[in-house]
């Protein structure tokens, strides 16, 4: 005789359950069903990951004396703890290190090269930028309502973080008042890995719209080397022309590499 569907005539008869995937939603009671049978833990999942205990013991030195007691990697680490709470985050933590060279060239680095790196996914890649961002615009807020010139380290600073780790040149004008605070930071013009067209009578003229009456000029330079080219100073001298004919003050021509920078007006260039 063929077998047909069960059909369930008694209340007293327990329902099929479907099996539960073995992740922290099954391990939650459920209002009404106290009586119902208890998944088992998985016993991978009843042992404490050997992890645990490196995280709180980083936690602790964290704790108890500060980032001075932790090397770039497992500040990394700490902040990875947050983004993959279910994995060991120390190997992941020392490939981005090894990858960009340092703690800043992970931070700097495109979400698409972070993603290179196995264990990092989009949305930890996504992360990272997002707290990079937090970091430039708090150095940012820094110079708002500053005389820029007497905050020379603050402008390094930010010039620093926001360029020094592009993979392709960028060309950033501070535009300033009459008073030196800083109006607007813009960029002008994005290009190669060793080239960016700039148009003087276009920065002349955003200058001209924001009403400013000085100028500080950025641009980076992706191999790491800060020293200005023949083609940096010659354009500098033609943008100082340019302004200086409609009263706007040319400060400097800062050039930002991975690790240092160069003043056109501290080599006495211009």
């Known amino acids: 005789m063929a077998k047909g569907p069960v059909s369930r005539s008694s209340d007293n008869e327990l329902p099929f359950e479907e099996p539960v995937a073995a992740d922290e939603r099954s391990f939650f009671g459920q209002p009404g069903k106290s009586s119902a049978p208890r998944t088992a833990l998985p016993a991978s999942l009843g042992v404490q990951e050997h992890y645990h205990g490196h995280r709180e013991r980083l936690r602790g030195r964290f704790r ?34 090894e990858r960009f060279g340092s703690l800043a060239g992970v931070f700097g680095a495109p979400a698409a090269l972070l993603t290179e790196v196995k264990g990092v996914g989009e949305a930890v890649a996504l992360d990272l930028k997002l707290i990079s961002t937090v970091a430039h615009r708090t150095l940012k807020s820094e110079l708002r309502s500053k005389q820029v010139l007497s905050s020379w380290s603050s402008v390094i600073q930010y010039c620093h ?22 109006i607007a930071d813009e960029v002008q013009g994005r290009g190669t890995v060793d080239h960016t067209p700039v148009y003087p009578r276009e920065v002349v003229k ?17 191999s790491g080397d800060p ?31 991975k690790d240092g920078h160069v003043s056109l007006k501290g080599l006495k260039l211009i």
Do not use: C, W
């Open 64 to 97: 108890e004396h500060g980032d001075t007691a932790l090397a770039d990697y497992e500040i990394l680490e700490l902040l990875l703890f947050r983004l993959i709470p279910r994995r060991d985050t120390k190997p992941i933590a020392k490939a981005l290190i």
């Open 227 to 257: 020293t200005p080219s023949r083609a940096d100073i010659e354009m500098t001298k033609v943008i100082i022309d340019a302004a200086k004919a409609l009263d706007i003050t040319v400060h400097d021509h800062v050039i930002i590499g």
């Open 161 to 182: 973080a926001a360029m020094a780790h592009e993979t392709r040149e960028q060309f950033r004008i501070l535009f300033l008042d009459k008073r030196n605070v800083l």
């Open 206 to 222: 955003r200058a001209l719209e924001l009403s400013a009456t000085a100028m500080i000029l950025v641009h980076n330079h992706p």
